[in-house]
């Protein structure tokens, strides 16, 4: 059952992220802000109840569609200097 939560989530999420592809002249510190406030509070939305269910896959599925983000904002970047860059930190640290 959660994992069909998350697939459904994952999809939601990544939907979002398509619409940063047109950000054409925002400055990317903007992006990251609205990243935060849509796809990001979108992914830890009540992860105290649901973080103690989490299996490897699924955890690695959430971490993807920040990922997937911060890759078409930092395309030259790899992710971890990409979250540096962004001062974002892993989806995993949020939740312990």
């Known amino acids: 059952m959660l ?3 998350f697939e ?6 990544s ?7 047109f950000r054409d002249s925002v400055p ?6 609205v990243y935060c406030t849509i796809n990001r509070s979108v992914l830890e939305y009540a992860c105290p109840v649901w973080h103690p269910g ?9 971490e993807q569609v920040q990922k997937c983000c911060l890759k ?8 971890t200097e990409a979250l540096c860059k ?3 930190a ?5 939740r312990d």
């Open 72 to 79: 078409l904002l930092y395309p030259s970047l790899s992710y």
């Open 15 to 21: 939907t979002l992220t398509n619409y940063l592809k």
């Open 86 to 88: 962004s001062g974002l």
């Open 54 to 62: 989490l299996n490897r896959n699924i955890i690695k599925d959430i």
């Open 3 to 5: 994992h069909i939560y």
């Open 8 to 13: 459904k989530l994952q999809s939601e999420c």
């Open 28 to 33: 990317v510190c903007d992006v990251v802000c």
């Open 90 to 94: 892993r989806l995993v640290y949020q």
